[in-house]
């Protein structure tokens, strides 16, 4: 027996990504809806061999489905989502607008499973930040170890992670650096994408800040430890998909690089690419598609007592946002649901 399971805003690239994980991972589905605003209504999506007509989110009736896994913006999430709990069905969120309610849990699989009980409170649970989720995944085991009680992360951000306009925007700029008579402004980015980087994800706060790198901060806080301290900046490059982190950790104790790449490659949703070689690490374009996080460039920082390096790989479109939902899923149907 499986599970009746709705993908709301399937025909963006997140909610496509699910269908193709949820196929992929042949998670036990007995009948999944696919939903879309009226102006997407009747677009064709797949799902395995299947083809799916998208239903109007607007006029769907949640009731009697299991679980609804959303991947629209905040503000439709702040009209259907309520809706979906209320009839019963179990939503799995990927906006920002509920990860920081403290009775709605923010879920890592591989770092607090056990958090998967509180979705009891709303019916709601949220999936994290594209560039918290694979960090995360990076941190819980080594802070498991010898506790960590500071973490500096600078990102190199894809474009996919500001949807499929902002992976258009990088191509049409692209091709117009090569035509003198086309020109592409900024639209999508606050500056040039192509050829370039942008010290800018998000709004900017009071204390001089982006939104992007506050969410890492309390994210992670959430998530592993409140007693963390976390300082980002975040920035988006000129890559399709996968972000990339370099990471920098300072421990309450003493972790020597090898016990760490051994911890590391024990991990659940880990894969450690670290020789010291040419070419003996993992980039972006190497990623894309993949499920796992890949860490790489492992390594003392002799600048501190306790402190490591290392540099962290993902397709944000799976771990940072369509698989980590999937993996909630399979969590809350194993743990919670039982049926599948």
């Not at 979705?119 to 080594?142: D, E, R």
């Not at 973490?151 to 003198?180: F, I, R």
Request: net charge negative; glycine share 6%.
């Amino acid at each position: 027996m499986g599970y009746r399971i709705v993908v709301v805003g399937a025909t963006g690239n997140v909610g496509r990504e699910m269908l193709n994980i949820l196929a992929e991972r042949q998670f036990p589905v007995d009948e999944i809806a696919v939903l879309a605003s009226r102006r997407s209504l009747g677009t064709e999506v797949s799902f395995g061999d299947k083809t799916l007509t998208t239903k109007d989110l607007d006029t769907f009736d949640f009731s009697g489905w299991d679980m609804a896994l959303f991947a629209v913006g905040s503000e439709a999430t702040k009209v259907y989502a309520p809706k979906a709990a209320a009839a019963g069905c179990v939503v799995i969120d990927n906006s920002s607008l509920y990860r920081y309610d403290p009775e709605i849990p923010l879920i890592v699989p591989e770092c607090n499973p056990e958090a998967i009980h509180g979705y009891k409170n709303k019916n709601i649970i949220a999936n994290p930040n594209c560039s918290t989720a694979q960090m995360v995944v990076a941190l819980k085991p080594l802070h498991d170890r010898a506790k960590i009680k500071r973490v500096v992360v600078s990102t190199y951000q894809s474009v996919s992670g500001a949807g499929k306009d902002g992976m258009d925007e990088l191509w049409e700029q692209t091709k117009a650096v090569y035509n003198p008579t086309t020109d592409v402004p900024p639209n999508k980015f606050q500056k040039q994408i192509a050829f370039n980087v942008i010290p800018q994800i998000d709004v900017f706060m009071e204390d001089g800040s982006t939104k992007e790198e506050w969410k890492m901060v309390v994210e992670t806080k959430k998530i592993v430890d409140p007693s963390i301290k976390v300082t980002a900046t975040c920035v988006r490059v000129p890559v399709f998909v996968g972000h990339s982190e370099a990471v920098n950790i300072e421990f309450e104790e003493f972790l020597d690089e090898d016990e760490a790449r051994d911890i590391l490659r024990e991990a659940p949703g880990i894969m450690v690419i670290d020789k010291r070689e040419p070419g003996g690490y993992v980039s972006p374009v190497e990623c894309a598609g993949d499920f796992a996080t890949f860490i790489s460039r492992i390594r003392q920082d002799s600048t501190i007592e306790n402190g490591l390096n290392l540099w962290c790989v993902s397709d944000n479109l799976r771990k940072g946002a369509a698989l980590n939902a999937v993996q909630i899923a399979e969590l809350l149907g194993r743990e919670v649901l039982k049926k599948g």
